[in-house]
């Protein structure tokens, strides 16, 4: 069924809210089933093997340990994939509802495959991942994105997942959770707090069509004729407002990454320092970073009906911004060098300001950056809370926003920032480890003010 208003959409949402059986409720660790803390490390892992392992991370630089926790090893790499057909010449997008663990409201939209390595080879003894076929195998449909990309380099050990987007070619039998939406009413939706999940945006972000063609006619809105230039257009520059062409850009991002002196590696969570465990969670020792918990979980329309897993639970909500400004008539991002200690390749192009929960603007080392996000400060032009992935950390938020500064805003900014169009950062979108999870999830956003 095909869904052509938000109207309709709301309707169908709240009947499959209606539905479903669900619950969630935090238990001990040693009401986990098939989990089970490791007797010499520590670590917190599935009896198969498989799924993730709850391990330690430690971080040295000159050869001494500097940081360490406990981070999500899971070296499997999953598939994320939207569905995508024409009817009557609009392009639609097969999206589910999908329930998950985390999930602060149950259920939020999501891809139409979203699944681990391990539930699709149904390590869980539980039925069939829907629409698989359309992903894998000979008879999959026409591949229009396949990219890997990673996730969250502060929780995750050097998780990777493949985006991919398909074009459907023949009939595609339906099932109650999933609906056809059209892509203009998937990107009207990420108005909505906690709706378009994490691994929806990841996937949405890099489809090169996200931006409607027609949408280059101008309008009487400034700001918005700025992003459709950004879409369209390969810009020249000054040296003011970052480096012209690809050669130029990935010249700024491999001095980011060549300056790099600190090295990361997997440690046993028992050595882990400055962190504790109880029978029911294991948690920094200030309680001010996240802690991990277990959960009991039912939900009769997920591959398996019931059982338990550990969630990462961060203490309170993120922020990620992204500043804007408009030179010459076309909108620049201010994007920045980010280290993370859990990426693959230890820095990505990530959001201009991006604030893990329980830190505030005081955290933002530069002046200007930290003006721009005080009340006043620049013109909001996007502001939402959105959760991040559900099947991993429980009740997880961040909230997005897109910042517009004016011209008084400095030009020259520090050598691990760059002013950038959204045409040159999503070029890089069609490879992996140059955006990270945050920017996507931003260019997502973005999209969606076109």
Same mark, same amino acid.
């Given at each position: 069924? $095909?869904?052509?208003?938000?109207?309709?959409?709301?309707?169908?949402?709240?009947?499959?809210?209606?539905?479903?059986?669900?619950?969630?409720?935090?238990?001990?660790? *040693?009401?986990?089933?098939?989990?089970?803390? *490791?007797?010499?490390?520590?670590?917190?892992?599935?009896?198969?093997?498989?799924?993730?392992?709850?391990?330690? !991370?430690?971080?040295?630089?000159?050869?001494?340990?500097?940081?360490?926790?406990?981070? $999500?090893?899971?070296?499997? $790499?999953?598939?994320?994939?939207?569905?995508?057909?024409?009817?009557?010449?609009?392009?639609?997008?097969?999206?589910?509802?999908?329930?998950?663990?985390?999930?602060?409201?149950?259920?939020?939209?999501?891809?139409?495959?979203?699944?681990?390595?391990?539930?699709?080879?149904?390590? =869980?003894?539980?039925?069939?991942?829907?629409?698989?076929? =359309?992903?894998?195998?000979?008879?999959?449909?026409?591949?229009?994105?396949?990219?890997?990309?990673?996730?969250?380099?502060?929780?995750?050990?050097?998780?990777?997942?493949?985006?991919?987007?398909?074009?459907?070619?023949?009939?595609?039998?339906?099932?109650?959770?999933?609906?056809?939406?059209?892509?203009?009413?998937?990107?009207? #939706?990420?108005?909505?707090?906690? !709706?378009?999940?994490?691994?929806?945006?990841?996937?949405?972000?890099?489809?090169?069509?996200?931006?409607?063609?027609?949408?280059?006619?101008?309008?009487?809105?400034?700001?918005?004729?700025?992003?459709?230039?950004?879409?369209?257009?390969?810009?020249?520059?000054?040296?003011?407002?970052?480096?012209?062409?690809?050669?130029?850009?990935?010249?700024?991002?491999?001095?980011?990454?060549?300056?790099?002196?600190?090295?990361?590696?997997?440690?046993?969570?028992?050595?882990?320092?400055?962190?504790?465990?109880?029978?029911?969670?294991?948690?920094?020792? &200030?309680?001010?970073?996240?802690?991990? $918990?277990?959960?009991?979980?039912?939900?009769?329309?997920?591959?398996?009906?019931?059982?338990?897993?550990?969630?990462? +639970?961060?203490?309170?909500?993120?922020?990620?911004?992204?500043?804007?400004?408009?030179? +010459?008539?076309?909108?620049?991002?201010?994007?920045?060098?980010?280290?993370?200690?859990? #990426?693959?390749?230890?820095?990505?192009?990530?959001?201009?300001?991006?604030?893990?929960?329980?830190?505030?603007?005081?955290?933002?080392?530069?002046?200007?950056?930290?003006?721009? #996000?005080?009340?006043?400060?620049?013109?909001?032009?996007?502001?939402?809370?959105? &959760?991040?992935?559900?099947?991993?950390?429980?009740?997880?938020?961040?909230?997005?926003?897109?910042?517009?500064?004016?011209?008084?805003?400095?030009?020259?900014?520090?050598? =691990?920032?760059?002013?950038?169009?959204?045409?040159?950062?999503? *070029?890089?979108?069609?490879?992996?480890?140059?955006?990270?999870?945050?920017?996507?999830?931003?260019?997502?956003?973005?999209?969606?003010?076109?």
């Amino acid at each position: 069924m $095909i869904l052509k208003s938000t109207a309709e959409f709301h309707a169908w949402w709240a009947e499959r809210h209606q539905a479903g059986e669900f619950s969630v409720r935090r238990v001990p660790f *040693d009401a986990l089933g098939s989990w089970g803390f *490791d007797p010499l490390t520590g670590n917190l892992g599935h009896a198969s093997g498989r799924f993730f392992t709850v391990e330690g !991370l430690q971080v040295r630089d000159g050869g001494t340990e500097v940081w360490a926790q406990p981070v $999500i090893h899971q070296p499997e $790499i999953g598939i994320l994939g939207i569905l995508v057909k024409e009817f009557d010449g609009v392009l639609h997008c097969l999206m589910q509802a999908k329930m998950e663990p985390g999930n602060s409201n149950t259920l939020q939209l999501s891809p139409t495959v979203q699944a681990t390595r391990s539930n699709y080879m149904k390590v =869980h003894r539980g039925t069939s991942t829907r629409y698989l076929e =359309h992903f894998t195998g000979p008879d999959r449909g026409r591949v229009l994105v396949d990219v890997l990309q990673s996730e969250q380099g502060a929780w995750f050990w050097r998780k990777r997942n493949r985006n991919m987007v398909v074009l459907a070619t023949g009939d595609v039998p339906e099932h109650e959770d999933f609906r056809w939406l059209p892509l203009d009413l998937v990107r009207e #939706l990420m108005a909505v707090d906690h !709706l378009v999940n994490m691994d929806a945006r990841t996937v949405l972000s890099c489809m090169p069509f996200l931006v409607p063609e027609d949408s280059a006619a101008p309008t009487a809105d400034p700001f918005r004729d700025a992003l459709v230039r950004s879409y369209r257009d390969r810009p020249a520059t000054d040296g003011r407002f970052g480096p012209d062409g690809a050669v130029g850009v990935l010249g700024w991002f491999n001095e980011a990454k060549t300056g790099i002196d600190w090295t990361a590696r997997l440690m046993p969570l028992a050595d882990v320092a400055g962190w504790k465990r109880d029978d029911w969670e294991i948690t920094d020792e &200030s309680a001010e970073s996240f802690r991990v $918990i277990a959960v009991e979980v039912t939900a009769g329309n997920r591959e398996v009906a019931r059982w338990t897993q550990p969630l990462l +639970d961060p203490r309170g909500e993120g922020r990620a911004v992204f500043v804007a400004r408009t030179v +010459d008539g076309t909108l620049r991002l201010l994007v920045r060098a980010r280290p993370e200690y859990g #990426l693959m390749d230890q820095v990505e192009m990530a959001p201009t300001v991006h604030l893990h929960a329980g830190q505030d603007v005081d955290a933002v080392r530069e002046p200007f950056l930290r003006d721009a #996000l005080l009340p006043g400060g620049g013109t909001t032009r996007y502001d939402q809370v959105l &959760s991040e992935e559900g099947g991993r950390f429980h009740h997880a938020g961040t909230r997005y926003q897109i910042i517009e500064v004016g011209d008084d805003f400095p030009a020259d900014v520090p050598p =691990h920032l760059c002013w950038m169009t959204v045409r040159q950062l999503t *070029d890089l979108l069609r490879h992996g480890h140059y955006l990270n999870i945050e920017a996507r999830s931003l260019l997502t956003c973005l999209a969606s003010l076109c």
